[in-house]
């Protein structure tokens, strides 16, 4: 290493990193001048010049291939001390005579010095790459340290083994060599800024602890990657890389980055400029290809299947953002904490983007054959599902949709905003929201209802699908975000809509009836009573049976309603006048029968209720790979 100049080494501050290349004396400088020196100046000098002579690997072949750390940890902590007090024999000879020959001397041993801490320096790093991982640094950060006070002014001796079994035996051997490489390199760093030569140790320190941080991020699969690369690969390969990446955050926030700004803190903790400048230069390149992942994806094209993993992001970020903001709290590294906050920003976009794509999905969807036997359309099962899915998102989506002015892309018809009403759902934004696209929906299913030639059958359509809609919400977290006043309400749509079927499906048949079973009318009247009643009767039950009615507990009240209304009447009738009734081929159906007719309805096309001539195909949801956080995306057509 060249000579250092003396003012440059003497009275450069301690912080500060030196000069590189320092000038050599000129031989042709005057002679120098000796001045009496203190026996205390002598003696550091000797001290130093007997230690720093026996470790310098130029002169020592055993020095050269062995670490005087490893060797004699002890005469490592004396070595530190004899570079200290040389260092203060300097600042007196050059307040004494700068040209002195003590000082030159002092000046070489102190070169020389420097090369030896350099290259231990190194040595520790290098050996101890897989103890000081930021896994092991930030578990042994959360235990009582053992060696906190043992090195930081190089005037306490080494920590013994004896102080390690103290600490207790849960300590392992990864963390006590972990322990003490952290204290000898804190040792050194100290040493080596407080002498002037900062610089040369924070070069070594940067070029191996960077090396680190970019290989962890590469087995927790991060990759650099551009919004093109993004764009050109199918939703499914960027869905696997994104599941990749949820793991690597986690670890990297938590461990990689948490781990390596402890041990970084901790060797450079003389220095806080050091400490800043160095962990934001062998961290800045990798958190921004990581936080920047986010982004690229919330640039892709939207469509409403990739919601629930652009909320995963999001979440992911904003669960971390504590940890984030702690770790990059430097003013070095604000362009962290700038692109994570980025990222956030574009995937609330996408989000919402996405919400109001959902709402025009809706609104477009084409169908124009009924669906057989009334049953739930596929698209209230793909919204249904869809919400309760995003129901489980509610906190990030509040914070996403809050201050996001409801934005209506058509107008609805004005029966829609009386009971119930969107006016009396819940008031947070996201309850807003969802409560919208379910009117939406609702808006949508009235227009379907109007494709049945049957007005009977409309309304069980729409009995069906309210049904479905209210018990998707009970059954799920939408509950706690539009509340049980909303479901009430809906619920008594649904009960509406029953009562408007049994009128309009049955009233003819209850027509077909006496008001009073019992009056007296005349034979001939009876039998033409009852001829009608049949027929009746067996229309309404042959078009029924292929109906259906998709929930068990709504099919049971529906046919125990028309069994009260319905079997009581006929039997008073039928008992009343069954002597008119004998000999003839009038009775169909005997009361007892009535019952077990009833309890046939709404089976008939069952099967049919999930499927139609519809596809809503900018609602069908893409595949799930196995092992995705919400395998539940299956449920979207069912």
Same mark, same amino acid.
């Given at each position: 290493?060249?000579?250092?100049?003396?003012?440059?080494?003497?009275?450069?501050?301690?912080?500060?990193?030196?000069?590189?290349?320092?000038?050599?004396?000129?031989?042709?400088?005057?002679?120098?001048?000796?001045?009496?020196?203190?026996?205390?100046?002598?003696?550091?000098?000797?001290?130093?010049?007997?230690?720093?002579?026996?470790?310098?690997?130029?002169?020592?072949?055993? !020095? /050269?291939?062995? #670490?005087?750390?490893?060797?004699?940890?002890?005469?490592?902590? $004396?070595?530190?001390? &004899?570079? %200290?007090? +040389?260092?203060?024999?300097?600042?007196?000879? !050059? /307040?004494?005579? #700068?040209?002195?020959?003590?000082?030159?001397?002092?000046?070489? $041993?102190?070169?020389? &010095?420097? %090369?030896? +801490?350099?290259?231990?320096?190194?040595?520790?790093?290098?050996?101890?790459?897989?103890?000081?991982?930021?896994?092991?640094?930030?578990?042994?950060?959360?235990?009582?340290?053992?060696?906190?006070?043992?090195?930081?002014?190089?005037?306490?001796?080494?920590?013994?083994?004896?102080?390690?079994?103290?600490?207790?035996?849960?300590?392992?051997?990864?963390?006590?060599?972990?322990?003490?490489?952290?204290?000898?390199?804190?040792?050194?760093?100290?040493?080596?800024?407080?002498?002037?030569?900062?610089?040369?140790?924070?070069?070594?320190?940067?070029?191996?602890?960077?090396?680190?941080?970019?290989?962890?991020?590469?087995?927790?699969?991060?990759?650099?990657?551009?919004?093109?690369?993004?764009?050109?690969?199918?939703?499914?390969?960027?869905?696997?890389?994104?599941?990749?990446?949820?793991?690597?955050?986690?670890?990297?926030?938590?461990?990689?980055?948490?781990?390596?700004?402890?041990?970084?803190?901790?060797?450079?903790?003389?220095?806080?400029?050091?400490?800043?400048?160095?962990?934001?230069?062998?961290?800045?390149?990798?958190?921004?290809?990581?936080?920047?992942?986010?982004?690229?994806?919330?640039?892709?094209?939207?469509?409403?299947?990739?919601?629930?993993?652009?909320?995963?992001?999001?979440?992911?970020?904003?669960?971390?953002?504590?940890?984030?903001?702690?770790?990059?709290?430097?003013?070095?590294?604000?362009?962290?904490?700038?692109?994570?906050?980025?990222?956030?920003?574009?995937?609330?976009?996408?989000?919402?983007?996405?919400?109001?794509?959902?709402?025009?999905?809706?609104?477009?969807?084409?169908?124009?054959?009924?669906?057989?036997?009334?049953?739930?359309?596929?698209?209230?099962?793909?919204?249904?599902?869809?919400?309760?899915?995003?129901?489980?998102?509610?906190?990030?989506?509040?914070?996403?949709?809050?201050?996001?002015?409801?934005?209506?892309?058509?107008?609805?018809?004005?029966?829609?905003?009386?009971?119930?009403?969107?006016?009396?759902?819940?008031?947070?934004?996201?309850?807003?929201?969802?409560?919208?696209?379910?009117?939406?929906?609702?808006?949508?299913?009235?227009?379907?209802?109007?494709?049945?030639?049957?007005?009977?059958?409309?309304?069980?359509?729409?009995?069906?699908?309210?049904?479905?809609?209210?018990?998707?919400?009970?059954?799920?977290?939408?509950?706690?975000?539009?509340?049980?006043?909303?479901?009430?309400?809906?619920?008594?749509?649904?009960?509406?809509?029953?009562?408007?079927?049994?009128?309009?499906?049955?009233?003819?048949?209850?027509?077909?009836?006496?008001?009073?079973?019992?009056?007296?009318?005349?034979?001939?009247?009876?039998?033409?009573?009852?001829?009608?009643?049949?027929?009746?009767?067996?229309?309404?039950?042959?078009?029924?049976?292929?109906?259906?009615?998709?929930?068990?507990?709504?099919?049971?009240?529906?046919?125990?309603?028309?069994?009260?209304?319905?079997?009581?009447?006929?039997?008073?009738?039928?008992?009343?006048?069954?002597?008119?009734?004998?000999?003839?081929?009038?009775?169909?159906?005997?009361?007892?029968?009535?019952?077990?007719?009833?309890?046939?309805?709404?089976?008939?096309?069952?099967?049919?209720?999930?499927?139609?001539?519809?596809?809503?195909?900018?609602?069908?949801?893409?595949?799930?790979?196995?092992?995705?956080?919400?395998?539940?995306?299956?449920?979207?057509?069912?």
């Amino acid at each position: 290493m060249p000579k250092k100049g003396m003012r440059s080494i003497l009275f450069k501050p301690n912080s500060s990193p030196s000069h590189s290349h320092r000038p050599s004396p000129s031989p042709t400088a005057t002679p120098p001048r000796s001045f009496p020196a203190s026996p205390m100046e002598d003696h550091a000098i000797d001290a130093a010049h007997s230690l720093i002579t026996k470790w310098d690997g130029e002169s020592s072949a055993y !020095a /050269k291939v062995t #670490s005087l750390f490893y060797d004699n940890r002890g005469e490592a902590m $004396l070595y530190l001390r &004899a570079v %200290k007090d +040389l260092h203060s024999a300097m600042h007196s000879f !050059a /307040k004494q005579d #700068s040209t002195s020959d003590r000082l030159l001397r002092s000046q070489l $041993l102190m070169q020389t &010095a420097m %090369k030896r +801490l350099q290259k231990e320096f190194y040595q520790i790093l290098a050996a101890n790459r897989e103890c000081l991982d930021p896994e092991s640094v930030s578990v042994r950060s959360s235990r009582p340290s053992v060696t906190g006070s043992s090195i930081s002014d190089f005037e306490e001796e080494s920590v013994s083994d004896d102080e390690f079994r103290a600490a207790g035996e849960s300590i392992t051997e990864v963390e006590r060599l972990a322990s003490l490489a952290m204290a000898d390199l804190k040792a050194i760093a100290d040493c080596m800024i407080s002498t002037g030569y900062g610089k040369e140790c924070v070069k070594i320190y940067k070029v191996i602890r960077k090396s680190i941080i970019d290989e962890g991020l590469y087995h927790l699969g991060v990759e650099r990657l551009s919004a093109s690369q993004i764009n050109k690969m199918d939703w499914e390969v960027v869905e696997l890389k994104i599941k990749h990446w949820l793991y690597a955050v986690k670890t990297a926030v938590k461990t990689l980055f948490y781990g390596e700004r402890i041990l970084c803190d901790h060797v450079f903790s003389s220095s806080d400029s050091i400490r800043e400048s160095c962990f934001a230069e062998i961290s800045k390149e990798g958190a921004i290809s990581l936080f920047a992942f986010p982004e690229l994806v919330a640039k892709c094209k939207k469509s409403p299947e990739k919601m629930f993993r652009t909320l995963d992001l999001y979440e992911a970020i904003s669960d971390n953002w504590p940890e984030i903001e702690s770790i990059f709290y430097f003013e070095s590294t604000a362009f962290v904490r700038s692109q994570a906050i980025t990222s956030l920003i574009k995937l609330s976009e996408s989000v919402r983007t996405m919400l109001s794509d959902l709402e025009a999905a809706i609104q477009k969807d084409n169908s124009k054959s009924p669906l057989r036997g009334g049953g739930a359309h596929p698209l209230t099962r793909y919204v249904m599902n869809y919400l309760d899915v995003l129901a489980d998102y509610s906190g990030v989506l509040s914070d996403i949709v809050t201050d996001w002015p409801l934005k209506m892309h058509s107008p609805l018809p004005e029966s829609y905003f009386g009971s119930p009403s969107l006016d009396d759902a819940p008031t947070s934004a996201i309850s807003v929201q969802i409560a919208w696209i379910i009117l939406v929906l609702l808006c949508k299913l009235d227009g379907r209802a109007e494709l049945y030639n049957d007005v009977s059958l409309s309304y069980i359509f729409l009995a069906n699908n309210l049904q479905y809609v209210v018990n998707k919400v009970r059954a799920s977290n939408l509950v706690y975000i539009l509340g049980d006043d909303w479901v009430t309400r809906h619920e008594a749509k649904v009960k509406q809509y029953t009562a408007n079927y049994k009128r309009m499906g049955w009233s003819k048949v209850l027509a077909s009836l006496p008001e009073n079973p019992t009056a007296a009318m005349s034979p001939e009247e009876a039998r033409e009573r009852l001829k009608n009643f049949n027929a009746a009767f067996e229309e309404a039950y042959r078009k029924q049976t292929a109906w259906v009615v998709t929930d068990p507990k709504l099919r049971d009240e529906i046919k125990r309603d028309l069994a009260r209304q319905l079997v009581p009447t006929f039997r008073e009738f039928y008992e009343k006048y069954r002597g008119a009734f004998r000999g003839e081929l009038l009775v169909r159906f005997a009361p007892d029968d009535l019952d077990n007719y009833v309890s046939d309805l709404f089976y008939g096309m069952e099967a049919s209720g999930s499927t139609s001539s519809s596809s809503s195909p900018s609602l069908s949801p893409s595949p799930t790979p196995s092992g995705s956080s919400h395998s539940r995306l299956w449920r979207f057509s069912r």
